[in-house]
């Protein structure tokens, strides 16, 4: 590197250092923190953070470092909302959990004790809502990638609902319910003018969802009943939800009026919203990593929250159809993130700290192998051992993963932290499991956690035989076995 | 939404429609695909694409699909050119495989049996390096958390090397070597005002670099031998190469006159290139989006390759030190995606597609749960069972995984497909296993393919029960057996 380069190089960080103090103040967001009581969490004085009257610090200590802690409470209450019968009407809806969001069989468990059924997208996932003893009546099958296999076995099993992602699935349905000799119900998967299209759903405008629907029900294999729309960006206002539902409304009554066809299930799928996560926005990201501004941090209050959001399916799809004189249809939900987000928690450890010339980094135990949302999603972090101490340094925090990819947090302002230290990531309860990796580290326990206090082992951490337990680890061995099986063969 | 937004969107949508023919022809990149004999693929007409004889599409067949295929012979190929001893010199390097970039044992152990090292970043992989045989002396510990028990093993069995990634590491490793009454061999990580610094290595810039040294070498428990320096960001280029050796090398003669220190090891890292990938610009990348104009694919003959690059590791570093009239240190190297990189591919199928306005979607049967890099880098695709129709059509390639983010190709010229064509995803090798996640889907099978055509599993495909192998499915009993052993203890 020249010495000019290296000057500017120079000149610029000092630029930067003595203006982030000013800028910090002079821009700093409203809120920059969510209290530890939205979840629950309380704060003793010598135990630290405690949930359910358990110090989480001691969650770490028995059952080991990284470790998911799945706050039942907070799933039943989830639950609850979600199955309520709205004020004023005369029923709710029929929920249906995204699987792919947190598939722990110990947490689905749960939600199908409580009637909560399962909205499945592989092959995989109807395999373990089966295992899991789900009735078929309470599988509803999306996505754009079902395998022959699986169809086969949803039809023969009845399940309540077969969406066809797109029209061309329409014929493979119909083949194989042929051959199996069942009809199944099934459903046609649009898309509204908001929300995601691309590979999922039939666009509603210029007419490719009708002409889906006619085609389905040109074939007698399939006994049409539903409609399936999912809106796919999240649902964090009222508006975002009610336009969504607008559109799909104004499409049943196109369904009535051109093809006579009156649904007895909607489906709206999910999106909705974590009120206490939010994506970060491209220019609140820039402020932290160059001037270490606080990334703000979202209000729950503000956001569409589970009973409100039910409500208006309920309202507005009851009066849509009260006015048509028409009984109302069958409304199914399938809460992903707003179900299970908030109703989980990742803790883990400061390994080492390594001092730098504006910042500290504070490399942990876990990273964006088991918390890759944290990279793009505001996620509240506490100090478990010192909730109360003053947050007066900033932190660079890393993960263990060799690159500098495995960056939690960019600029987090922390109470002092030293090695050995837990902390909590918030909101662990939706795309961390299934998008954690094996990378270099295994994966954590997941424990559940009664409101009584007493903890169980929903799923064990891995273990370093369990990272290769697929291999053959002396390949000249299997190499020899398959020889022996050719010539056998 | 409103007709106004409605007209605006449909506007913008035929303008691109129209401007993309235009566009496509006038900026079209020089060169938009590698031919398949880069890899030794050769084009049968009857049987497709087919690698050391055998067609790839039966491997898919026998194997299952998705498929990844190990190709033993880049493989060895790779591994003797980091071996070779330029020529000219007296010695070359001495070379540690990157565990992390493609960790899987049967790969590893070949490299092993080749006589290449392990450079490993964790616990894990200590434990793996071991169960594998790698003698102790050819070890390289780094990477920014090393546990407590692994770095005990690490002084206990004596490894080659125990780098410190800062200088705090420095006072656990002599307090570890007092407790087990041996001397390690010590590195430091040091960092250059070029690649990677934040939680790597101390900057050398500043003096920190030469505190640590300093500080290393005043314990006695410590036996300095070494420098690790890891570049990191991507070398490509000779210059990217040389530039990083000048400053590590000043900064061996910075040691020599501060502190009298003259090196046994001098670690260079890896980062150098797989020549036949490369980062997709942002340009590049939203030309393709908007106007489906073809990704430039990068031109490997102009990419640094591995003996060029150990010729001007060992040629710097023996003129360096002949200048000097000093011993040269030995030279060790930690290739990672130059090593494994170009040996691997990844085999799938189309599952589905999804006939579009402006373009068909390709459902595969393999997504980015199985090859993340594929969102940001050039990864060459090829139509295994047509190789050479002409590629007309345009698809957006996408996985199975329920998000618009499971897109691999945005817009994709390719010959015209059906469900259950088979598709080859080339250079495999790097950071496609480790980031690979089992969201909704079990992970796919790997395979290497020898010279003689034959083939053998290195790692099966996980099934649907390992997906949930380490859970309590059924979690009132775990709560029992857990109840149980409180009540026990």
Redesign the interface.
Known sequence: ?SLKS?FV?TAKRQMKQTLRPVLQRAMAPARTEIPASYWGLEREPSQGLTLEGVPLKELVERWGSPLHVVHLAALRRNAERFQAVPPGCTAGCEVFYS??TN????VL??LHGMGVGAEI?????L??AL??GVPADRIVY????K?EASVREAISQGIQLLAA?????LGSFARIAAEVGKRPRVAVRVS???G?A???GT?I??GAALRAYAQARASANLDVVGLHAHR?ATIRTEGEFT?FVE?VLAFTDTLHLELGLDLEVLDLGGSLCTPSVEHIAERDWRLNLTFFRDVPAPDPAQALGISRYVSLAVEMVESHYARQGRQRPRIFLEPGRAMTGDTQLLLGRV?????G?DRT?A?L?MGVNHAECVRNEYHQLFHVDRPDAPASRVY?V?G???T?GD?LYHAKRLPDLVPGDTLAIMDAGAYFV?????????QPAII?LEEDG?????????T?E??????????VQ??RA??NKTEAA
């Open positions: 590197m290296r190089g699987y792919k598939p722990v069989p110990g468990s749960v997208i592989s092959a995989y996932e395999w373990l295992k899991l999306n996505g754009p990638v395998s992602n797109h029209a061309e699935e509204t003018d908001s995601w691309a590979q999922f666009p405008a210029g796919g336009g559109a390994h080492t700290l390594k001092s010339e980094w490399v135990d660079t890393v263990p993963i060799c500098p960056t299934p998008f954690a990796t094996s990378f270099s580290y295994p559940a007493t903890d169980r082992l929903l799923r064990r951490a891995e370093f369990d990272q290769v337990a697929l291999d053959a680890v002396d390949p299997v190499n398959q020889q």
